[in-house]
């Protein structure tokens, strides 16, 4: 194993970095997408089963179809790294838009009243009130999201693109153990951190939940 690792530091490390590059840009667009949409959901009631049922929908599609569906459907290249980011961001805004809308729906209708009677005009109330009471949900289900990327961008290898599934894949194919030990462990840490630094974002913008969960 030590050997193997030090003969292929450079491949393992560039796997590595796509494999961080694939999984948390599309989080990062989800975040973007997925804010506004959940918003609409809760402020006009009629989206809300739509924009969910058709989240719902689009999650349930196997990772694998999509990366092949989307090139002619999109005109990229099969091997293109955008198709991936382009499907893990659909999976993740399907997971985030119903959490985003749970979020907000869980705030006190009292608090926002309140906060209205301040004189806090929608959008200011939004982001100064309900926001905040919603990131708990909110960064709940970003955890799910992060920590789902990080294992279907794999699946990105059978393409030809995919990160740490490159190890995956190059060991099943030599019948060699090194690299998918190492793929695992490295996608394993890495889910871990990423989990890690959302649950410590979500105790610092959020300490109130954190005495709760004491009490």
Known sequence: MIDYISSNTEVIWRAFSEHVFLALIPVLLAIVISLPLGYLAVRYSKLYYPLVNVSSILYAIPSLALFLLL???????????????????????????????????????????????????????????????????????????????VSIVSVGALLGVGGLGALFLRGLQLDYLDPIIVGIVLSVLLAAVCDSVIVLVQRRFTPWSRVGGRA
């Not at 926001?131 to 955890?143: K, N, Q, S």
């Open 71 to 149: 090139p002619p459907i999109i005109g990229t290249r099969v091997l293109s790294p955008l198709n991936i980011i382009i499907a893990l961001t659909i999976y993740s805004v399907a997971l985030m838009v119903r959490v985003v809308a749970d979020g907000l729906n869980s705030v006190d209708p009292t608090v926002t009243q309140a906060a209205t009677a301040m004189g806090y005009r929608r959008i200011k109330r939004l982001f100064s009130v309900e926001l905040p009471i919603a990131l708990p949900v909110m960064l709940a289900g970003l955890r799910v999201a992060t920590v789902a990327n």
